[in-house]
């Protein structure tokens, strides 16, 4: 078994310690940050995923397995940050949308931003688009990103969406998530979508230099 496939298979098996040691090893055998978040971590996030989708595990092996990928996390965010001196490009606000708990997408997307010189200030879960127009009001970020993984969870999307535009501000707005897609970003009036972690940073990066 390769050590990325023993990093997938560790966070399938929420095994925190085993992710933790595995991914430090991965680094210092030369494997991007980027290589083991995909090609390890994702991997085996998508494993449990997909057992729970069908049925097969409940909600305290998925929190299980995203204990463990977050133990993973942790040690890629320095490597992660290593090239850029963090927060020298302005300020990037990163929240999930009112209803929804899910964080470890938003929690990549933060680390990647990040790691491409922005200071990101994390609102967290659950994220009221009130609480969002207070976050844009005392930070006066460049660019705010929206996650969202419920379906019923894409209107306070919507909603968020419409109320930082309509506040006046010039402030961007991104978001990404699995249900959303670049029509519905459209729709909505969002200044990007991005599809995955990696390209949220560049996205920024390309929507705040035009
Ligand atoms: Co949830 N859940 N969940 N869950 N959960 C999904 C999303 C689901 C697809 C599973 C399924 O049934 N197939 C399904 C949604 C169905 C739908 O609406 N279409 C679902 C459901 C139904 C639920 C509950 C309702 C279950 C229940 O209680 N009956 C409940 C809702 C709770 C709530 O939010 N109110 C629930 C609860 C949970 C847990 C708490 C158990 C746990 C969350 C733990 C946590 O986040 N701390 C959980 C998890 C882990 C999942 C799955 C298994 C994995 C999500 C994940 O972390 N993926 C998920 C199934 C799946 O996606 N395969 C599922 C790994 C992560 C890296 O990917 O978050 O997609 P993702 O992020 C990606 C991209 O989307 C993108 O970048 C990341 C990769 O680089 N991205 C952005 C994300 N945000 C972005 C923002 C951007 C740009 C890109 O710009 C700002």
Redesign the pocket.
């Known amino acids: 078994m390769s050590l990325l496939e023993e990093i997938a298979t560790a966070v399938f098996e929420g095994d925190a310690d085993k992710v933790k040691e595995a991914s430090e090893r991965a680094l210092s055998d030369g494997a991007a940050p980027e290589t083991v978040?995909?090609e390890g971590?994702?991997t085996g996030?998508?494993k449990?995923?997909?057992l729970?989708?069908n049925g097969e595990v409940y909600?305290p092996e998925?929190?299980i397995?995203?204990r463990a990928?977050h133990a993973g996390m942790d040690v890629l965010k320095s490597s992660l940050q290593a090239g850029e001196e963090i927060g020298n490009k302005g300020i990037v606000l990163?929240g999930t949308v009112k209803?929804?708990?899910?964080?470890?997408?938003?929690n990549?997307?933060a680390m990647m931003i990040e790691g491409a010189g922005y200071k990101v200030v994390d609102l967290g879960?659950?994220v009221a688009p009130d609480k969002f127009i207070k976050a844009v009001e005392e930070y006066q970020p460049l660019a705010v990103?929206?996650?969202?993984?419920?379906?019923?969870?894409m209107t306070a999307m919507q909603e968020t969406v419409s109320r930082i535009k309509g506040n006046g501000g010039r402030v961007r707005v991104?978001?990404?998530?699995?249900?959303?897609t670049q029509k519905f970003a459209d729709a909505i009036g969002a200044d990007a979508?991005?599809?995955?972690?990696?390209?949220?940073a560049d996205i920024i990066n390309q929507i705040l230099a035009g």
Do not use: Q, W
């Open positions: 978040i995909n971590l994702i996030m998508n449990i995923g997909y729970f989708k909600v998925v929190l397995a995203a990928m990163v209803g929804d708990l899910h964080d470890i997408g938003k990549l997307v879960i659950d990103g929206l996650s969202a993984l419920l379906t019923t969870t991104i978001v990404g998530g699995a249900p959303i979508y991005a599809p995955d972690a990696a390209s949220a």
